[in-house]
C-alpha cells in the first residue's frame, strides 16, 4: 500500500507517520526531515534549501522529486510506504503518479488530516524535538520530564526555526493555496478519507487504521 498523509502544518502528519511505521512497519517518507537532514549536515541541497524553509515556502518540486526518486527506487515491490508531506501541490501527485507507475504501483490511499488554525499554532510553538534521536515533546501536550532534555537518550530538544508564530501563518497559507487543492484531486480519484485531527493522538491514530483496513 502506498499511502500519503495530508493536512497543513502540526496536524500530526509526522506523530501518525511514526506509529505507521513502527507498529505496522511501514517505510516512512517524510520530505521535510530529508531536507532538514541535509540542511544539518551542510549538503550543498541543504545549504540551497535552508533560507526557503525557514522562511516557511515550498522548496522547488525538482528537489523534492529527486529525493522520493532516489527513496522509491530502492523500496521493494511489496512494501507498504506512508508519504508524509509529499506531494504538496498538484504538479507533484502528477510527477509521483508517473513515478509509481514504473514500478506498477499507485497511490492507494491518502488521509486527509482535519484540525482548526488555532489548534495548529498551538501545536507547533509548543513542538520541540530531540537534536539527536528525533524524538518529539510538546512543551503542553507531552512535555519531557526535564525541560529541555529528551527522556529517550538525554538529548537537547531545540524548536524549529519554522515554528515561530510568523512562519508559521506564512505556512499555513502557502497549506491553502498550494496544498490543500490535492483534496479534489485525491477525493476525484475515490482514495481520499477525512480524518478529523483534532482527537488526541490514539484516537487519530484509531480512525486512521479504520480509514486504511489495517
Ligand atoms: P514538513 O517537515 O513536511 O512540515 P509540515 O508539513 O509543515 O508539517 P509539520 O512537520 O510541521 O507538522 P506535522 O503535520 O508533521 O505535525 P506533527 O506530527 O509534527 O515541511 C517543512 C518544510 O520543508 C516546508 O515548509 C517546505 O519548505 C519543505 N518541504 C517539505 N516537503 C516539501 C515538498 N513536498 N515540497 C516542497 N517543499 C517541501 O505534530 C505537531 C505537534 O503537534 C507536535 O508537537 C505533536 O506532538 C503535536 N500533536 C500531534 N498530534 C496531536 C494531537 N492529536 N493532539 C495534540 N497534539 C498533537
Redesign the pocket.
Known amino acids: 500500500m502506498i499511502a500519503i498523509l495530508l493536512?497543513p502544518?502540526?496536524?500530526?502528519?509526522?506523530?501518525q507517520a511514526k506509529v505507521l511505521k513502527e507498529k505496522y512497519k511501514f517505510l516512512h517518507l517524510?520530505?521535510?526531515?530529508m531536507?532538514r537532514a541535509a540542511i544539518n549536515a551542510k549538503t550543498p541541497l541543504g545549504l540551497k534549501v535552508q533560507d526557503?524553509?525557514a522562511r516557511?515556502?515550498?522548496?522547488s518540486d525538482e528537489i523534492?522529486l529527486d529525493l522520493i526518486k532516489e527513496k522509491i527506487a530502492e523500496t521493494s515491490p511489496n512494501q507498504n510506504v506512508v508519504l508524509?508531506?509529499?506531494?504538496?501541490n498538484v504538479n507533484?501527485a502528477h510527477s509521483l503518479a508517473t513515478l509509481l507507475s514504473k514500478y506498477e504501483r499507485k497511490v492507494d490511499k491518502v488521509l486527509s488530516i482535519e484540525v482548526d488554525s488555532e489548534s495548529l499554532i498551538t501545536?507547533?510553538t509548543?513542538?520541540r524535538t530531540c537534536k539527536v534521536c528525533g524524538a518529539?515533546y510538546?512543551v503542553q501536550?507531552?512535555p519531557s520530564k526535564k525541560a529541555g532534555v529528551c527522556d529517550q537518550c538525554g538529548g537537547e530538544l531545540v524548536q524549529r526555526r519554522?515554528d515561530m508564530v510568523d512562519v508559521i501563518k506564512d505556512?499555513l497559507k502557502v497549506f491553502e493555496g498550494q496544498t490543500s487543492p490535492l483534496k479534489n484531486f485525491y477525493s476525484s480519484q475515490g482514495v481520499l478519507e477525512v480524518i478529523q485531527?483534532d482527537?488526541?493522538?490514539q484516537e487519530?491514530t484509531q480512525e486512521i487504521n479504520r480509514a486504511m483496513g489495517i
Request: avoid cysteine.
Open positions: 493536512g502544518p502540526g496536524s500530526g502528519k509526522g506523530t517524510s520530505t521535510g526531515d531536507l526557503i524553509m516557511g515556502e515550498l522548496v523534492v508524509d508531506g509529499y506531494p504538496r507533484q501545536r507547533l509548543g513542538r518529539g510538546h501536550f507531552h519554522d505556512r485531527g482527537q488526541q493522538p487519530v
